[in-house]
């Protein structure tokens, strides 16, 4: 028995179903439980750090809610929804659209988040370092901005791609892992929204 | 279902080709490139092997410096480094990359895969695990900058706020600190997702997840838990930096900050942590023990819910790390009874342990020798725990030593223990060839002796009220002797661990050629060659029971006729 390898294997079963549940799925839920956690941190800090600065300027002197940008990320979610199945249903040139507009919505929030990051920082003199208030606001929203900034760098890649043609009907499942990414940034920002705008205002 | 199980016997050539001779800078390419996950297993067993060294030196040195009142072997600033590398080195460098070792050279072989789910992201996460180390241990050099005299970190492994402000904590020393857990938790989390990406998806036919190994279960509900418990320390370490770096105020009081928040961040890191180390080797000891008291495991689906019991239960406790630092009753009170909860999984484990010990035809090789000593150890951690748990018995021996011999019962006579069972136990399928068994037993009365001789004692320590973190202290204090005696057994570890490395080398070379299956075990990875080839298995494997080696051997009576 020391020299004869034994695989256990069975012979004469009946083909029984056997769908073990995709890998790449799997790892993105896995990573999104654990971004999670850390969104969880830092907005629990924030909520407990609420009107805790010993100084100002406070909330309600510089901030000005940006319904416009969370209309344009929210909005994105639908639009790479309807791209995911554009792509399902074969419409490859649909699917290259929508996903175009889904690349133009997410960064037009960047750029809203820019703006708004200017503004405070030049004109109404809040930086990181200012207070309390500042450091777990730019934390808090910078961190959210960064996942922002990596998911479009992954719908460029895509984009790429769909330029170039290489996009088929067989890649429907790994753009639906990385949808759900983007799904993902766009529900945190309705946690850090209603954090930072609603209840921190 | 199929009436007959059969193994495919000369069907194949299943003997691995000779080796062809490399050159030495050919092996270190290989190893280097490497994305098998038995080769990366191995590389982090060895990382952590060597970290257990390092950071075991620095243990000798703390020892050393308390073995007589009033030494001055030890200057109170290394000492204070030395206990904080310590601390970091062992759970950072040397717990979590041999958990992490042992998952990726068994999982995938203990569910009929080929590799890993992702073999490039696991290699991605053993680099970044590596660097993380190596950054840590560059702060010895780089501390303050590479001028002058290099500085560890000394902030202790908890690095309790405001000591880690700018203002107290100068130099570069605990931004490594910082810098490296992250590095080193970013590596982690790779891992985690892979490991649970692969028990999910890569199972071969009929591994339905009721059949799966034990081993496989403890690292699924581990690697789910380390998800949530690295990401805040990631989030917490981010806060650090930024108020070190960028002039941020989380941390600080003058400024409306609260030194508190980094205490509960941490311990919601820091307690599920010890369950993340302890979990695996719940893991060893369910693989070892039933296959060496000839049973099978006593009560499987009562130890799956235990160990995910654990998992969810683990994330309510953290602050019975914070009993004094004045919470109101009601706080006080429910980390108490969380804590205390706790005790009712893990008692489940232990009797489920014992039961299928009982009435087996105990064989006691050095794996069941760790693993019997494992259980018996972890049993008292765990009552020290319970009475930990009590708020008012952590007010009166919260910082003493009473609570350093608690952990240390559990990372090194539970943890340690039961890594040292799997070590004996997969040895032979890693390498082909067995552990020598008579310095195995050196080995092991050794380190039991050893380890008896420096925790219980330290308990004692403790109780007449020594307190952790001093670097020495007055002769009148009555605890001399005992000091002497903790510094004593810490010794006779280093050399059991010595003898350790000395029998790990011995046998690489001229050890007992092993064969597939040295043990007469029942899961899958005995049915690969040992060393498995690289792809593991040359025909896809299917199980019908918990046990596939067993019902192999066994035709007459397979175990899927009971389940």
């Known amino acids: 028995m020391s020299t004869t390898t034994l695989i256990p294997n069975t012979v004469s079963v009946p083909e029984q179903p056997w769908n073990p549940p995709s890998r790449g799925r799997v790892a993105m839920y896995c990573l999104i439980v654990g971004e999670s956690a850390i969104f969880i941190i830092f907005v629990v800090a924030y909520i407990y750090y609420i009107g805790r600065s010993l100084y100002g300027p406070t909330p309600k002197q510089v901030l000005e809610v940006p319904i416009f940008n969370s209309i344009c990320l929210l909005s994105s ?4 929804w309807f791209a995911e199945r554009s792509l399902e249903r074969n419409k490859i040139k649909l699917f290259g659209a929508w996903w175009a507009l889904t690349l133009t919505l997410g960064a037009i929030f960047l750029v809203g988040t820019g703006i708004e990051w200017h503004k405070l920082i030049y004109e109404k003199g809040l930086t990181i370092s200012t207070n309390l208030f500042g450091t777990t606001f730019y934390s808090l929203v910078g961190l959210h901005a960064t996942h922002v900034i990596f998911g479009l760098i992954g719908l460029s890649v895509v984009l790429a791609f769909a330029l170039a043609g290489k996009i088929r009907e067989e890649h429907s499942e790994r753009i639906q892992v990385l949808s759900l990414y983007w799904h993902f940034v766009d529900a945190v920002w309705v946690v850090v929204f209603t954090v930072v705008y609603i209840l921190g205002r | 279902m199929a009436d007959r199980t059969f193994p495919i016997e000369g069907t194949l050539d299943l003997t691995p080709p000779r080796a062809r001779e490399h050159t030495w800078l050919e092996t270190v390419h290989e190893w280097v490139t490497t994305v098998d996950h038995k080769k990366l297993g191995i590389l982090y067993v060895v990382y952590a092997l060597f970290f257990l060294l390092v950071g075991g030196a620095e243990a000798l040195a703390i020892r050393v410096q308390l073995a007589r009142p009033d030494n001055t072997f030890l ?4 000492y204070n480094r030395f206990f904080t590398m310590h601390g970091t080195t062992m759970v950072f460098l040397v717990g979590m990359p041999m958990i992490f070792g042992f998952a990726n050279y068994l999982v995938p072989l203990m569910i009929g895969a080929r590799d890993m789910a992702f073999p490039r992201l696991n290699a991605f996460s053993f680099w970044m695990t590596a660097f993380g180390g190596l950054m840590l241990y560059y702060s010895f050099l780089g501390g303050s900058g590479l001028y002058g005299v290099g500085n560890a970190p000394d902030v202790g492994w908890f690095a309790y706020a405001p000591l880690t402000a700018r203002a107290f904590s100068p130099g570069n020393a605990t931004d490594y600190w910082a810098l490296a857990l992250i590095v080193s938790g970013i590596g982690t989390i790779g891992t985690a997702i892979n490991i649970v990406a692969t028990t999910l998806a890569m199972r071969c036919r009929g591994m339905t997840l009721l059949r799966m190994p034990l081993f496989v279960w403890l690292n699924l509900a581990v690697s789910g838990l380390t998800l949530v418990t690295i990401t805040p320390l990631t989030a917490a370490q981010i806060m650090l930096l930024i108020d070190r ?12 900050g609260s030194a508190v928040i980094w205490i509960h961040f941490f311990w919601i890191f820091g307690h599920p942590e010890v369950y993340v180390l302890v ?9 070892v023990i039933p296959v060496f008291s000839r049973k099978a495991i006593f009560g499987y689906p009562a130890m799956v819910a235990a160990s995910v019991g654990i998992v969810f239960i683990s994330m309510g406790v ?12 009601v706080s006080n009170a429910f980390f108490t009874l969380s804590t205390m909860l706790i005790a009712i999984p893990t008692g489940i484990k232990i009797f489920n342990w014992l039961a299928t010990m009982w009435g087996g035809k105990i064989r006691f090789a050095t794996p069941m020798l760790f693993a019997t000593a494992f259980v018996f150890q972890f049993l008292i951690a765990g009552l020290t725990g319970i009475m930990l748990s009590v708020a008012p018995f952590d007010w009166q021996l919260h910082n003493s030593y009473f609570v350093i011999a608690h952990f240390h019962y559990v990372l090194v006579g539970a943890i340690l223990f039961a890594i040292f069972s799997g070590l004996y136990y997969w040895f032979p399928k890693a390498t082909g060839r067995m552990l020598n068994e008579t310095l195995g037993k050196w080995n092991f009365w050794l380190f039991v002796i050893g380890f008896h001789l420096t925790f219980d004692t330290m308990h004692f320590v403790g109780l007449l009220g020594m307190p952790r973190s001093i670097y020495t202290y007055e002769p009148d204090r009555g605890w001399n002797h005992l000091n002497m005696i903790v510094s004593i057994g810490a010794f006779i570890q280093g050399i059991s661990i010595l003898i350790f490395a000395a029998n790990l080398v011995w046998s690489l070379y001229r050890g007992k050629v092993a064969g597939n299956d040295p043990w007469d075990a029942w899961t899958l ?4 060659a040992s060393p498995p080839p690289v792809y593991n298995f040359p025909i896809d494997p299917a199980v019908q029971s918990r046990r596939p080696l067993w019902d192999l051997k066994h035709p007459e009576d397979p175990d899927w006729k009971y389940e």
């Open chain 1, 77 to 80: 979610s639908l639009t790479i």
């Open chain 2, 75 to 78: 200057s109170p600033e290394v």
């Open chain 2, 245 to 256: 770096y960028l002039g941020g105020h989380f941390f600080d009081t003058q400024a409306g």
């Open chain 2, 279 to 287: 979990l695996p080797a719940f893991a060893i000891a369910n693989e």
């Open chain 2, 318 to 329: 953290w602050a019975h790390h914070m009993f004094t630092i004045g919470m109101t009753s």
């Open chain 2, 525 to 528: 990875e005995w049915a690969a």
